[in-house]
Nanobody, 126 residues
């Protein structure tokens, strides 16, 4: 059974940093496309970062490029999202997602992703 478990959310002031973790289990981690999405109240879910687990190639949305970094620990089958220079508009529920089959890992459509975590809340105050 596939499990994705996020952790590391919290409250922080603008300009601060947080690191989210996504521990995965129940599937062969290598060769997958992993992603972080976020959803603010009243807004659609937005893909912010994706990564190929075999090559560590990464892709980012314009809204977070240069501030967020997606990375992994292959030994732990865990994906991270380092978030720096946080802004109030980064406030959202953050979700980890896994895509089993893909042609290009850089797309960030939530319908492409097969498994999701339960989410972790990030709140940035001004």
């Amino acid at each position: 059974q596939v499990h994705l478990v996020e952790s590391g959310g919290g409250s922080v002031q603008a300009g601060g940093s947080l690191r989210l973790s996504c521990a995965t289990s129940g599937f062969r981690y290598s060769g997958k496309c992993m992603a972080w999405f976020r959803q603010a109240p009243g807004k659609e879910r937005e893909g912010v970062a994706t990564m190929r687990t075999d090559t560590s190639d990464t892709y980012y949305s314009d809204s977070v490029k240069g501030r967020f970094t997606i990375s992994q620990d292959n030994a732990k089958n865990t994906v991270y999202l380092q978030m720096n220079s946080l802004k109030p508009e980064d406030t959202a529920m953050y979700y980890c997602a896994a895509r089993m089959f893909w042609d290009f890992c850089g797309t960030r459509s939530q319908s492409d992703y097969n498994y999701w975590g339960q989410g972790t809340q990030v709140t940035v105050s001004s």
